[in-house]
């Protein structure tokens, strides 16, 4: 079965860090490209970040850029994604998704993890 | 900035059709793709490059692109299909998602 496992969500104060992790199972990961989109508390879907299957490329939005990062490790089939300088809206449910022809589309989708940003 | 526009709701009773439509002046140019997602529950891919159905999606789901504009179809609308929908872009290098349309059966 194709899935995707979220985790290291949590509650961190403003200014703190946090790591998520993506494990990934049931395909081959690192030929997919990746992407973070997070969701706050009863809004809309925003992207947060993406990166290539070999990991040549990532790419941000400009709300993340300079305060985040996105990597993988296709030996252990897990995306990543680092986060620094926690902001209040920053709180979110986060997403991990996997690529459906490139970034066109996004296939399967993880359940989330909540990350809370309040002192 | 680039952006997607779509109606914040969108009404349709039982068995009738229902249409939501994306906006965006680069669409064009770009495939669209939609999201159903369900409260509590993540996303569904229910249409991709503008007009394709993932396996597994009901054939009632269609979508069309022309011009600037994606729409998303629902025929036969049923009450599960409440949800909300979200179209989404792939454009320099940038993810694009709409706001969200929520749909009611009502």
């Known amino acids: 079965e194709v899935q995707l496992l979220e985790s290291g969500g949590g509650l961190v104060q403003p200014g703190g860090s946090l790591r998520l992790s993506c494990a990934a199972s049931g395909f081959t990961f690192s030929t997919y490209a990746m992407t973070w989109v997070r969701q706050a508390p009863g809004k809309g879907l925003e992207w947060v970040s993406a990166i290539s299957s070999g990991a040549n490329y990532t790419y941000y939005s400009d709300s993340v850029k300079g305060r985040f990062t996105v990597s993988r490790d296709n030996s252990e089939n897990t995306l990543y994604l680092e986060m620094n300088s926690l902001r209040a809206d920053d709180t979110a449910v986060y997403y991990c998704a996997k690529g459906f022809g490139g970034l066109n589309a996004f296939d399967v989708w993880g359940q989330g993890t909540l990350v809370t940003v309040s002192s | ?106």
């Open chain 2, 1 to 106: 900035s680039y952006e997607l526009t779509q109606p914040p709701s969108v009404f349709v009773s039982p068995g009738q059709t229902a249409s939501i439509t994306c906006s965006g002046h680069k669409l064009g140019n770009n495939y669209a793709c939609w999201y159903q997602q369900k409260p509590g529950q993540s996303p569904v891919l229910v249409i991709y490059k503008d007009t394709k159905r993932p396996s597994g999606i009901s054939e009632r789901f269609s979508g069309s692109s022309s011009g600037n504009t994606a729409t998303l179809t629902i025929s036969e609308t049923q009450a599960m299909d409440e949800a909300h929908y979200y179209c989404q872009a792939w454009d320099s290098n940038t993810v694009l998602f709409g706001g969200g349309t929520k749909l009611t059966v009502l």
